[in-house]
């Protein structure tokens, strides 16, 4: 176990940003993240969902109410979910955070927060750009001008950050360079320059868990372990059967049965793990009797 906790384990992920003892590092990271576009002078967690309640489940998601320097009011969601068919998913958690805003009778005139959903995946996307930072929101297809900027979605693709401590300039930089790197680290960087930086080190130091919480972090570790192999795994063979059904029958459609036929590869890989069946189902898109018949 290294000297700080994995920012992406459940476990890691609430301690580093999901509690109230964590409000000044997220305030800060946000800040950074959205400079030049919003200012958060405070914040308040509307509720943590966790989906399931299984260390295998790797599902938390972070409601927060932020309020910028302007009185204005904005809802960000956050969260690190890997899983197959990200993008229909992230649409509907999206919607959710959006709708469930509406408020019963007819005094209520539809106005609503305006809703950020930031993802900061350790992966990327399937057929996306291959960048860092991809920024989604309504938008008019001709004049390319904003429609509404009451949802943006902010995908932060951490493999696709490849800088050195030396390289690292700016704010962003610097947060992806500790995060991809945080549980590897010797020594917490630039914590002298950033309070917040101090604050992380504070957090996220193991020998500050107490046995029962180290034993459910290293858990979590190892199952996050196993999640990832198995979803690079399976990723990497569906990409060749998709391609082989590809050169018969079409591209397109054996892109399509190559991703189907990774959910499933990963789906039985995770079921002879003795993994959940909910689980499964929640990380491959499958459903349980499709899960069962494997």
Same mark, same amino acid.
Request: aromatic share 12%; hydrophobic share 40%; glycine share 6%.
């Given at each position: ?120 995946? %350790? +992966? #990327?996307?399937? *057929? ?8 989604? !929101? =309504?938008?008019? $297809?001709? /004049? ?63 020998? %500050? +868990? #107490?046995?029962? *919480? ?8 190892? !199952? =996050?372990?196993? $999640?990832? /192999? ?65």
């Amino acid at each position: 176990m290294g000297r700080f906790v994995n920012p992406f384990t459940d476990y890691g992920w609430k301690l580093l940003f999901g509690e109230e003892a964590s409000k000044s590092i997220l305030i800060e990271f946000l800040n950074d993240l959205l400079e030049g576009e919003r200012h958060i002078l405070n914040l308040k967690y509307l509720k943590t969902e966790e989906l399931p309640e299984n260390i295998y489940g790797r599902g938390v998601i972070f409601d927060i109410l932020c309020e910028s320097d302007t009185g204005e009011k904005f809802i960000v969601e956050l969260q690190n979910k890997a899983q197959l068919f990200v993008k229909d998913r992230f649409i509907f958690y999206m919607s959710r955070a959006i709708s469930k805003q509406g408020v019963k009778g007819k005094s209520w005139d539809f106005s609503l927060y305006p809703v950020y959903g930031i993802f900061l995946l %350790n +992966f #990327t996307l399937p *057929e996306g750009k291959a960048c860092l930072r991809t920024d989604v !929101a =309504y938008m008019d $297809m001709v /004049s390319k001008e904003l429609f509404s900027d009451r949802s943006r979605m902010i995908f932060l693709q951490l493999p696709y950050f490849t800088k050195c401590e030396e390289e690292c300039i700016t704010n962003m930089d610097k947060w992806f360079y500790i995060l991809t790197r945080m549980d590897t680290l010797e020594r917490m960087p630039w914590k002298a320059q950033k309070a917040a930086f101090e604050k992380l080190m504070e957090r996220a130091e193991t020998a %500050n +868990f #107490t046995p029962e *919480e180290q034993a459910q972090y290293e858990a979590q570790l190892d !199952a =996050y372990r196993v $999640m990832n /192999s198995a979803m690079a795994q399976s990723k990497l063979e569906g990409k060749q059967e998709g391609l082989a059904e590809g050169m018969e029958k079409g591209i397109e459609k054996g892109r399509l049965e190559g991703r189907k036929e990774g959910a499933i590869l990963m789906a039985r890989r995770l079921k002879e793990l003795g993994i959940d069946l909910t689980v499964i189902s929640e990380s491959s898109g499958l459903t349980i009797d499709e899960i069962k018949k494997l």
